[in-house]
């Protein structure tokens, strides 16, 4: 039996300025995220400020571990979806979505860098 196998679409590559950007951008939009965040008088909003920081911080760590263009679209497009969740969860008062987000996100953006290390290392060669 033979299988064709067709070839992948050629792939766009992220050069490391553009990784390095992304990681300060969205480092430097999250701490200042977090110094503005005490200062709203509705907690909520401020929870909420303080999580759009968390996902913000998360996918700009991701950002240094990724290689190609796809995996940092869908990156982004999971940032969003979590800043979404967040605003959903704190202005409901959903705490249990909060937390599990608060660890899931920054947990999320660890394993990439540990899947880009790991990938990295030829264990069974």
């Known amino acids: 039996m033979t299988t064709v196998v067709l070839p992948e679409a050629p792939r766009r590559e992220l050069p490391k300025p553009a990784k390095g950007g992304v990681f300060v951008l969205f480092w430097l939009v999250a701490i200042a995220l977090w110094i503005i965040a005490p200062h709203f008088t509705d907690a909520r909003w ?31 497009i999971a940032g969003a979806v979590a800043i979404l969740l967040f605003l959903w969860a704190d202005l409901n008062e959903v705490t249990v979505v909060v937390y599990f987000l608060r660890a899931f996100v920054p947990f999320t953006a660890l394993l990439s860098a540990v899947y880009a290390t790991v990938g990295k290392v030829k264990v069974w060669y």
């Open 46 to 76: 401020g929870a909420f400020v303080v999580d759009t920081g968390i996902v913000l911080a998360s996918v700009g760590f991701a950002a240094l571990n990724i290689t190609w263009s796809k995996p940092f679209r869908n990156t982004l």
